[in-house]
């Protein structure tokens, strides 16, 4: 069993800056992909950004290029999400997940372990 413990959401203004940390723990013998995920009210579930076991290889939606980075410590078992230049349209709650494969998944059920969520909000 693997479990995820998320920290870092608050409140912003548009423009502003958060830092979303993940911590794996349980167990865990095998590279594993980090996904980050977000759902705002009313709304599915969406991908957002993934990052691979060695940090080469990472993925972004879209609507995040340019503005979100993912990092990762693997001796701390910990990822980040280092997001930017937020907008109002970036609120929703966030979730890290884990996938016990070496390519960066975009679909919700390709993650079978997740964390609680934190929520992040933006002011316009």
Do not use: H
């Amino acid at each position: 069993q693997v479990q995820l413990a998320e920290s870092g959401g608050g409140l912003v203004q548009a423009g502003g800056s958060l830092r979303l940390s993940c911590t794996a723990s349980g167990r865990i013998f095998r590279t594993y992909v980090m996904g980050w995920f977000r759902q705002a009210p009313g709304k599915e579930r969406e991908f957002v950004a993934g990052i691979s076991w060695t940090g080469v290889t990472t993925s972004y939606a879209d609507s995040v290029k340019g503005r979100f980075t993912c990092s990762r410590d693997n001796a701390k078992n910990t990822a980040y999400l280092q997001m930017n230049s937020l907008k109002p349209e970036d609120a929703a709650v966030y979730y890290c997940a884990v996938r016990l494969q070496e390519r960066i998944g975009v679909q919700v059920n390709e993650y079978p372990y997740w964390g609680q969520g934190t929520q992040v909000t933006v002011s316009s």
